[in-house]
Every structure is written in structure tokens, then in C-alpha cells.
């Protein structure tokens, strides 16, 4: 099974990577002309859902009924790299993320980020950190929507861990509803520090949006624990917060 696996997951990469270097250059560059990512978005996001099929992953969500219209910050709990691209196929209509800013110097992959308003997080610089939550901010005053990973990191034994509230400010002083995700499944199709995706099932849980216009910057942590409540409801029980 495990050899299975290798060579899944060694196709998928194979994928990737001619996928973007051949195809990559000349949806970017019809993005850079157009200042428009209409047409870069889709094919970026269908290129990861053909390379996790190919993995052998199959993501399914529930609760797409839960998502309002407009923009949203959506949260989710994160054990696995498999998350992001799961997670983002799901949702209808556009939406970027906070990265951490490595990922940005890859070749044609950072470029396509950037061009998307995914947005660079240095996190062991607090000044840093807090620059890329303004810029957040104003993206989604411009109508992007984010999705955040409010632990900051994936979680090292698959508990969902301490949110950091400081994201939550970008819902409060947007004005964007909050859509509490959970994801369940993931932590074994690729574990922290594996290389093989094990072949399975990611479910995506949208739970109802939080309205964070009740809220202020002074009671966002009342923000967070609703939300980190809503995403550990659903989660199974070796994966509920440690306390």
C-alpha cells in the first residue's frame, strides 16, 4: 500500500509540475496584461484538485448551504499540507489565503499567488505579521475573501490547538461574516513530516456564518473561542482540543 502510495503521490507532483511550467507562463502573463486572475484562478485550483484526484484524495463538503454571499474570512483547523488545496476547491466563487511567505519563492507558483492577493506571512516577525493582516484587510474591503488557518501552523499531534486572534480583527473591521470550517481526514492522508498521501476522504464542514459585526477588536477573543468551538463540535474525539 505504501508503495501505492509513493508512486500516486510521486504522478500528482509530476503533474503539478508540467502542469505549471507548461501551462503555468501563459495564464500568468494573461493575468499580469489583463490585471484580471478570471481566467488564472480556475485553472490554478483545478490543477489542484486534478493533482489530489491523482493522489487519490477525494475531498467532499458539507454544508455549502452555510456560505453567504459576498465576502467572507473563513477559518479552518489545519493538521495537513492537503488542507489548502482541499479546502479551497470547496468554496464557491474566489478566495486566497495567508501563506507563509516561502511558498512565494517558488518559480511561477509565487507569482500566481501574489497576482491572486494571496498574501506572504513572516511569523516569526510580529510587525510583519500584523503589515500582511492590514493588506488582508483591505483586499477583502475589495472584495476578496480569505481563508485563515487560525492555529498560525499545522497542529504537531492533530489536536486542534490555541487560536491566535489577531486574524479575527480582519473580520471585525471588515465587516465579514465568519464561516467556521472543519476538516476531518486529513491528518492521516498526509501526516506532518510524510511525504506519501495515503488515498481517502477529506470532508469539508461549512458551518454556519458567525456575524462579527457583534463583536469588537476589545472582545475578539469572544470571536475566536465561538469560532474555535463551532470547528472542534465536529471534529472526532483524538482530535479534540487537549483541553
Known amino acids: 500500500m505504501l508503495a501505492l502510495a509513493l508512486i500516486r503521490t510521486c504522478a500528482a507532483i509530476c503533474f503539478l509540475i508540467l502542469y505549471g511550467v507548461l501551462l503555468g507562463p501563459f495564464f500568468i502573463l494573461q493575468a499580469m496584461l489583463s490585471g484580471s486572475v478570471r481566467i488564472l484562478y480556475p485553472f490554478c485550483v483545478g490543477g489542484a484538485q486534478i493533482g489530489l484526484r491523482i493522489a487519490g484524495v477525494t475531498p467532499r463538503a458539507e454544508g455549502l448551504e452555510n456560505i453567504p454571499r459576498g465576502v467572507c474570512l473563513f477559518v479552518s483547523n489545519h493538521v495537513s499540507n492537503v488542507d489548502p488545496p482541499a479546502i479551497i476547491g470547496r468554496i464557491p466563487g474566489r478566495v486566497a489565503f495567508l501563506a507563509k511567505r516561502e511558498l512565494f519563492r517558488i518559480p511561477l507558483f509565487g507569482t500566481a499567488m501574489r ?129
Open 115 to 243: 497576482l491572486g492577493r494571496f498574501i506572504p506571512v513572516h511569523r516569526a516577525d510580529p510587525a510583519a505579521a500584523r503589515a500582511s493582516v492590514r493588506l488582508a484587510r483591505r483586499y477583502m474591503r475589495e472584495g476578496i475573501s480569505y481563508l485563515i488557518f487560525a492555529e498560525g501552523t499545522r497542529s504537531l499531534d492533530g489536536r486542534l490547538g490555541e487560536f491566535k486572534r489577531g486574524s479575527f480583527l480582519l473580520a471585525i473591521e471588515s465587516g465579514a461574516p465568519v464561516v467556521p470550517i472543519t476538516i476531518v481526514g486529513t491528518g492521516r492522508i498526509l501526516p506532518r513530516g510524510a511525504f506519501a498521501v495515503r488515498p481517502g476522504i477529506a470532508r469539508i464542514i461549512f458551518h454556519p456564518p458567525v456575524n462579527a459585526s457583534e463583536y469588537s477588536p476589545a472582545t475578539r477573543k469572544d470571536l475566536a473561542d465561538r469560532v474555535r468551538s463551532a470547528i472542534a463540535g465536529a471534529l472526532p474525539p483524538e482530535q479534540q482540543p487537549a483541553r
